[in-house]
């Protein structure tokens, strides 16, 4: 079906909104059976790559140029490093350490959720280890005391750790309590339900399946529409001076 030149999708100066009738899909070096949607890169201003990685069955991934975080969509793959085998379901989400020798394997079709990012190491800092989780067994965390929007943190924190991920779950009705401007970046992936995302100076529906991605300083506001929560993974650097070696 034409859509006559229209689509939700915009970029603009401090933001994408990428839905998904405007994916475009590439192959990438060492990926064997896996197409990439790149959905931010340094490409359009983004200091990370997120990407959803879409296997064959077979397929696998290619090595990491910098630190990886995977989130399983649908369903499962087999992760290796350091003689041990790992196996990641739906919801469930592994982070391996820049340099970590690793490789990444799906049986079956599956399709996961890849961000990137180079590890800014701090003077006598440990290194980060090797995690592997599932979304469903993070306790959730009342944003600002709201319990209608649940914050689950995915990463650890603490100072060895640059970037938190998050999945961020907002009951009909809830929403952002401010419009938040701030010096973090932002990758965004909206996984169940819709609603409403302020981005800029433009006001968009928006609906699981959409990309969005925040330059520092973006304005951004959410509030979840419909009669089902509103669900969506968010990544964004973290505990890191603004002067570091990323940020010239
Ligand atoms: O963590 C955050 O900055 C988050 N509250 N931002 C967002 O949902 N747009
Ligand atoms: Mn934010």
């Given at each position: 079906?034409?859509?006559?030149?229209?689509?939700?999708?915009?970029?603009?100066?401090?933001?994408?909104?990428?839905?998904?009738?405007?994916?475009?899909?590439?192959?990438?070096?060492?990926?064997?059976?896996?197409?990439?949607?790149?959905?931010?890169?340094?490409?359009?201003?983004?200091?990370?790559?997120?990407?959803?990685?879409?296997?064959?069955?077979?397929?696998?991934?290619?090595?990491?140029?910098?630190?990886?975080?995977?989130?399983?969509?649908?369903?499962?793959?087999?992760?290796?490093?350091?003689?041990?085998?790992?196996?990641?379901?739906?919801?469930?989400?592994?982070?391996?350490?820049?340099?970590?020798?690793?490789?990444?394997?799906?049986?079956?079709?599956?399709?996961?959720?890849?961000?990137?990012?180079?590890?800014q190491p701090l003077d006598g800092g440990s290194?980060?280890?090797?995690?592997?989780?599932?979304?469903?067994?993070?306790?959730?965390?009342?944003?600002?005391?709201?319990?209608?929007?649940?914050?689950?943190?995915?990463?650890?924190?603490?100072p060895t750790?640059d970037?938190?991920?998050?999945?961020?779950?907002?009951?009909?009705?809830?929403?952002?309590?401010?419009?938040?401007?701030?010096?973090?970046?932002?990758?965004?992936?909206?996984?169940?339900?819709?609603?409403?995302?302020?981005?800029?100076?433009?006001?968009?529906?928006?609906?699981?399946?959409?990309?969005?991605?925040?330059?520092?300083?973006?304005?951004?506001?959410?509030?979840?529409?419909?009669?089902?929560?509103?669900?969506?993974?968010?990544?964004?650097?973290?505990r890191r001076h603004?002067?570091g070696?990323?940020?010239?």
């Amino acid at each position: 079906m034409h859509h006559l030149g229209s689509t939700r999708s915009s970029l603009k100066a401090d933001h994408l909104l990428q839905t998904p009738d405007t994916f475009v899909r590439s192959p990438l070096p060492g990926a064997d059976d896996v197409e990439f949607i790149i959905h931010a890169s340094p490409q359009m201003g983004a200091r990370f790559t997120q990407m959803t990685a879409e296997f064959s069955p077979g397929g696998v991934l290619g090595p990491a140029p910098a630190q990886r975080f995977l989130y399983v969509l649908d369903g499962k793959i087999e992760i290796r490093s350091a003689g041990k085998r790992y196996v990641v379901k739906q919801d469930g989400y592994a982070y391996l350490p820049q340099g970590a020798a690793h490789s990444v394997r799906a049986p079956g079709i599956a399709r996961v959720a890849v961000i990137e990012k180079p590890y800014q190491p701090l003077d006598g800092g440990s290194a980060p280890e090797l995690v592997v989780g599932d979304e469903g067994e993070i306790a959730p965390v009342a944003l600002m005391g709201d319990r209608a929007l649940r914050v689950r943190a995915l990463m650890p924190d603490g100072p060895t750790w640059d970037f938190a991920v998050n999945t961020m779950t907002y009951d009909p009705g809830a929403a952002l309590s401010m419009v938040e401007i701030h010096a973090m970046e932002h990758g965004l992936l909206m996984l169940e339900g819709g609603g409403i995302y302020r981005l800029g100076e433009s006001w968009y529906p928006v609906q699981a399946g959409d990309f969005i991605w925040m330059r520092a300083y973006c304005p951004q506001w959410f509030g979840a529409l419909g009669k089902k929560p509103a669900k969506y993974l968010i990544y964004k650097d973290w505990r890191r001076h603004p002067l570091g070696a990323q940020n010239p």
